[in-house]
């Protein structure tokens, strides 16, 4: 059975910091395409980023572009997400996904999801 | 940039009814389409790709329809674990991106 494990969410200041991590069983990870997907109050569902299983392509949404850094560490089964200069827009569900590409050129349809964690960016 | 559209807002139905959802995208997808499942509390589920292509363990009464702009999700005879708000999203190959649409919600009549 996939199984996708988020943590890390937290409550952070504006212009702060997060790391999000996302832990993986039950499938081959190492060859797997993996994505961060969130969900907010002001826009509904939004791809944020996808890493290829080698991390040689990784891809970001115009909105977060700068401000998050995607990585995987296949050892250990698990995909970061690496949040600086947070704005208040950026709160929201963060879901760890994964998807079914052959590509690994960017992000297709999202087959499994975690639970998500939750961002909450607020003064 | 593509934008979903989907309609209508909120269906209403019956258990055993048919539910017939729409997704209009801004421009041609082809049929780099999907379609989603979201019931409270849980993430979404993948119920089709490619407009047409069942996913894993995906009952027989969800279907996909439609190329290009229109999209069409039927649901045959309405189970009470069906009522929940379904989400169309399209990928494009390059740029590597993708949208989704901002969902319609399906509960009893």
């Known amino acids: 059975e996939v199984r996708l494990v988020e943590s890390g969410g937290g409550l952070v200041e504006p212009g702060g910091s997060l790391r999000l991590a996302c832990v993986a069983s039950?499938?081959?990870?190492?060859?797997?395409?993996m994505n961060w997907v969130r969900q907010t109050p002001g826009k509904g569902l939004e791809w944020v980023s996808s890493?290829?299983?080698?991390?040689?392509?990784?891809s970001y949404a115009d909105s977060v572009k700068g401000r998050l850094t995607i990585s995987r560490d296949n050892s250990k089964n698990s995909v970061s997400l690496h949040m600086y200069g947070l704005r208040v827009e950026d709160s929201g569900l963060y879901f760890c996904?994964?998807?079914?590409?052959?590509?690994?050129?960017?992000?297709?349809?999202?087959?499994?999801w975690g639970q998500g964690t939750l961002v909450t960016v607020s003064s | 940039e593509i934008v979903l559209t989907q309609s209508p807002a909120t269906l209403s139905l019956s258990p055993g009814e048919r539910a017939t959802l729409s997704c209009r995208a801004s421009?041609?997808?082809?049929?780099?389409l999907a379609w989603y499942q979201q019931r409270p509390g849980q993430a979404p589920r993948l119920l089709i790709f490619?407009?047409?292509t069942r996913a894993t363990g995906i009952p027989a009464r969800f279907s996909g329809s439609g190329s290009g702009t229109d999209f069409t999700l039927t649901i045959n005879s309405l189970e009470p674990e069906d009522f929940a708000v379904y989400y169309c999203?399209?990928?494009?190959?390059?740029?590597?991106?993708?949208?989704f649409g901002p969902g319609t919600k399906v509960d009893v009549k």
């Open positions: 996904a994964k998807d079914e590409s052959t590509s690994q050129l960017g992000p297709e349809y999202f087959h499994h």
């Open positions: 039950g499938f081959s990870f190492s060859t797997s395409q």
């Open positions: 890493i290829s299983w080698s991390s040689s392509f990784k």
């Open positions: 421009q041609s997808v082809g049929t780099f």
């Open positions: 490619d407009a047409s």
């Open positions: 999203q399209q990928r494009t190959n390059w740029p590597p991106w993708v949208s």
